[in-house]
Nanobody, 118 residues
Framework: QVQLVESGGGLVQAGNSLRLSCAASGRTFSNYRMAWFRQAPGKEREFVAMITTSASTFYADSVKGRFTISRDNARNTVYLQMNSLKPEDTAVYYC????????????WGQGTQVTVSS
């Protein structure tokens, strides 16, 4: 198991930026695929972005071109740079981790709130 702690959420105006961080501990971070998900009030949790162990990245269409996921294996941290934020980006953002052997994400952080005002 790997433990995950998110930080960096907050209240911002539409058009501004935020950077979320997710610090991992407990296992070899570089062996994990890392992802960000989000859940808005009354909605299902949805995929936002993922970065593989070789740093390939994948994004949901709704954030492509605005959000950037990255990882620093020396710091055991994954980041989500969010630019041009929109009110519809308001949600609790969760960090998740899995190995290549996992079919789903067994490791989750507690979440960090992002609120974008119009």
């Amino acid at each position: 198991q790997v433990q995950l702690v998110e930080s960096g959420g907050g209240l911002v105006q539409a058009g501004n930026s935020l950077r979320l961080s997710c610090a991992a501990s407990g296992r070899t971070f570089s062996n994990y695929r890392m992802a960000w998900f989000r859940q808005a009030p009354g909605k299902e949790r949805e995929f936002v972005a993922m970065i593989t162990t070789s740093a390939s990245t994948f994004y949901a269409d709704s954030v492509k071109g605005r959000f950037t996921i990255s990882r620093d294996n020396a710091r055991n941290t994954v980041y989500l740079q969010m630019n041009s934020l929109k009110p519809e980006d308001t949600a609790v953002y969760y960090c998740a981790a899995k190995t290549t052997y996992d079919s789903q994400y067994p490791n989750w952080g507690q979440g960090t709130q992002v609120t974008v005002s119009s």
